[in-house]
């Protein structure tokens, strides 16, 4: 059977309807397709070019499934358009489909220039029933049993993902707070890798921090005497640390500094976004240049760490998503930074966990919600302490210039997205300059 030509498709119409889309404020102006691989004779991997007015560009990953007339399994929202008779879906909606990716990687297969493959000594659950979920990310999975998870990235690069790449290495060291990584697909572009799905064990019935966090927080506003978080944010630290202490091991550490002009630079365009950032400005700017000069140990960390990258299993917590800011360059993402990073993401987390119950709400109780962060703050720290020898408190002021540099960022998107949530980062913003909180 011929390949169907996927460049006939409604792409341009169909794109902007998906959550991982990240195009939603550009206008789109072309899309392309810039390769197209059977996988099967009714199955094909697209990578789709989009381009926008302003010159910018983003290389998407979509599979395609086509069928003749509609596949009566399939969603509304699967459906991307009819071509001469045949319906094209989006392919991660159908499980044989879903269930053909894991496959190749089983098989160790190649179609065209896309590769895949398993981890050593890996088999992987191809008998188990595929379930679609995490349609509302930054990209799809799909769960097979309660064994893996198969992650197909949507916007793609090339390089080294940094996902596979550090659970790959933390899993070989042995390290028992990431999921082990089963298997990954990739293709080449220009003669460099492009990396496009990976798989991770499951993590059967694991929660997720935030909702875990959220939760205790409103047992604190709802009955004083529970909410306690702090036991389990102890071993929450002791997890991170143990990942940063792996990483370090594994990959190395090295002197750098506090990236002064990029923090100046986000604290410039957020102050001209958001004029309740203005009072701030000049101390917040002085905080980053105070810490500018000293000398730091980087190294490989997560990059964007927060009680929504962290699955509580029954016996112990897992650090997910290695993968940083799914539009930056793969180099920017993996360049080395300082844990403490990875500390301020975590740290600010509690601070909106603590806030979020109260959004909208009339009887907003700050007060409580800063007693309940502080103590999960704080028994994180203990935590990180207790597995690195070091205490990310004792860093002072350049913890705080993370926390910052964070917090600054947050209001911009608040500013933008959600202004209801714009006082929890502003909130924070007083007490980490020492100003008056606003009224
Ligand atoms: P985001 O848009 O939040 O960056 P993403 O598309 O990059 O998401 P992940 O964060 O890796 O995807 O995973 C999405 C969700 O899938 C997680 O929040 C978690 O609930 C679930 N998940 C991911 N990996 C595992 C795992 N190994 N075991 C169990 N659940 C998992
Ligand atoms: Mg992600």
Known sequence: MEAMTPTDLPFAEWLPRQRWYAGRNQRLTEVSAAAVTALREDLELVLLDVHYADGDAERYQVPVLWADGEHADLPGASTIGTVRGRTAYDALYDSAAARH???L???????????FGAEPGVELPVGAAPRLTGVEQSNTSVVFGDQAILKVFRRVNTGINPDIELNRVLGNAGNRHVARLLASFETTWDGQPCPLGMVTAFAAGAAEGWALATAAATRRYTDAEDGDFTETSFRLGQAVSSVHAALAAELGTASGVFAVDSALARLDSACAA?????????TIADIFKSVAGQSIVVQRVHGDLHLGQVLRTPSSWLVIDFEGEPGAPLEER??????LRDVAGMLRSYEYAASQPLVGRDDQDFAAALD???QGRGAFCDGYADVAGFDP???????AAYELDKAVYETAYEAR????WLPIPLRSIAT???TAPPD
């Open 372 to 374: 309940w962060s502080g």
């Open 274 to 282: 958001v004029p309740e950032l203005l009072p701030y400005q000049s």
């Open 101 to 103: 990716l894991l496959e």
């Open 417 to 420: 997205y959600r202004t209801d």
């Open 334 to 339: 993996r360049r080395p930074d300082s844990p």
């Open 432 to 434: 980490l300059t020492g």
């Open 105 to 115: 990687c089983a098989a160790g297969a190649t179609r065209g220039a896309v590769a």
């Open 393 to 399: 408190r004792q860093a002072g002021p350049v913890l």
